[in-house]
Each structure stands twice: as C-alpha cells, then as structure tokens.
C-alpha cells in the first residue's frame, strides 16, 4: 500500500519563504516520478514541479521558475519543494502525487498521469 504524507504548509507574508516535504511510503517502484500539484477553490489542480528520482531530472511550471525547487533525499522517499519570494498568487492546496511508470515530458503537469496523491498541505500567502 502506498501512502504520501505532505507537511510544511503555512501562512506566510509575500516574499517569504517555505519548504514543503512529501514522505512516500510503499515501494520504490511507485515513485519513479515525484510532483508537486497545486490547486485553488474553483480551479484545476496545476503542476508545479516534477522530480524524476532514479536521475534526478527536475522540470517546473513557468510560473515558480527560478522561485521553487524540488529536490530529493539520498533514499529517494522524500521529495521536498524549497519556495522563495512567495507571493500571493502562490496561496494554494498543494499536493505531492507520484507515478510508478514512465512519463512523457509533454504529459508532467497533467494530473491524470499520477497513480497517488497524499491529502495535501495548504499554503496561504498574505
């Protein structure tokens, strides 16, 4: 059984900083790719960052370019998504999702292509 469990969502004020951390519990088959999604009342879930983790590939949403990161531990169960310079645009529910299969770079930020989500973590941004 596969479970994801987010943490590190918070209010912050705009230009500030937060760490998100997604823990992946369950084989490492089911986390070959490992994202980050975000979503706000009304909304379609969006893609923010995706970490693939047998090599490390990262690819992010124009819109965090330069401002968030996703990276990885050594044991490749925990994705984390480091963001700076936060703004109040960035107020969501933010979601890790993996995927066990390959995945087209086309197709990252469609969230049809993740087999599991965790509940989420909210970020509020004032």
């Known amino acids: 059984q596969v479970q994801l469990v987010e943490s590190g969502g918070g209010s912050v004020q705009a230009g500030g900083s937060l760490k998100l951390s997604c823990e992946s519990f369950?084989?490492?088959?089911?986390?070959?790719?490992m994202a980050w999604f975000r979503q706000v009342p009304g909304k379609e879930r969006e893609g923010v960052a995706v970490i693939e983790t047998a090599s490390g590939n990262t690819f992010y949403a124009d819109s965090v370019k330069g401002r968030f990161t996703i990276y990885q531990e050594n044991t490749n169960t925990i994705a984390y998504l480091q963001m700076h310079n936060l703004s109040p645009e960035d107020t969501a529910m933010y979601y890790c999702?993996?995927?066990?299969?390959?995945?087209?770079?086309?197709?990252?930020?469609?969230?049809?292509?993740?087999?599991?989500w965790g509940q989420g973590t909210q970020v509020t941004v004032s």
């Open positions: 369950g084989a490492d088959a089911t986390r070959r790719w």
């Open positions: 999702a993996t995927r066990p299969g390959r995945l087209l770079m086309g197709d990252w930020r469609e969230e049809v292509k993740y087999t599991y």
